[in-house]
């Protein structure tokens, strides 16, 4: 887990929601979603390779929580978006707001994406995209004004 979410974690707490928005002021109303907590075993960093299924790098981009975290698999080279950005329905759309710490930095971090040598992209939600996956996520960026 990211080292900037391992804090509520280990506390069993969930993020804070993004008050700028209206469905983050409704989801912010609702009562507190606590969990059990549990133990940490790695907290990840930005740039973090772990050595597993031919190498997995840690691409941190915060918004939908403090330490929200895409995936980069290098052997095949897909990107795994997390929450980042839905493919829902096959239409690339940004993560509901109301599930947000900060809406806005969900959207801007995504640009990181456009750095990455990747040939193929996965997303949490919506099926994955296989062919001309990064100039499909540079239009879906630039459409939405993120260059």
């Not at 506390?11 to 008050?19: I, L, Q």
């Not at 960093?45 to 981009?61: N, S």
């Not at 994955?128 to 239009?139: Q, Y």
Request: aromatic share 6%.
């Amino acid at each position: 887990m990211h080292e900037n979410d391992s804090d509520l974690v280990s506390a069993g707490k969930t993020p804070t929601r993004d008050k700028s928005t209206l469905s983050g002021k409704i989801m912010s109303l609702m009562p507190s979603q606590d969990y059990a907590a549990f133990e940490i075993t790695r907290r990840l960093k930005d740039g973090d390779v772990l050595h597993l299924a031919g190498g997995i790098q840690v691409v941190h981009t915060p918004g939908h929580t403090d330490g929200h975290i895409s995936l980069l698999h290098l052997d095949s080279g897909t990107l795994i978006t997390g929450d980042s950005i839905f493919n829902m329905t096959s239409r690339m759309t940004w993560a509901l707001s109301g599930f947000c710490v900060n809406y806005k930095q969900s959207q801007e971090t995504a640009k990181r994406f456009v750095d990455l040598d990747f040939r193929q992209v996965a997303f949490t939600h919506g099926p994955e995209i296989e062919e001309n996956a990064k100039a499909r996520i540079k239009n879906f960026l630039s459409k939405k004004g993120i260059n």
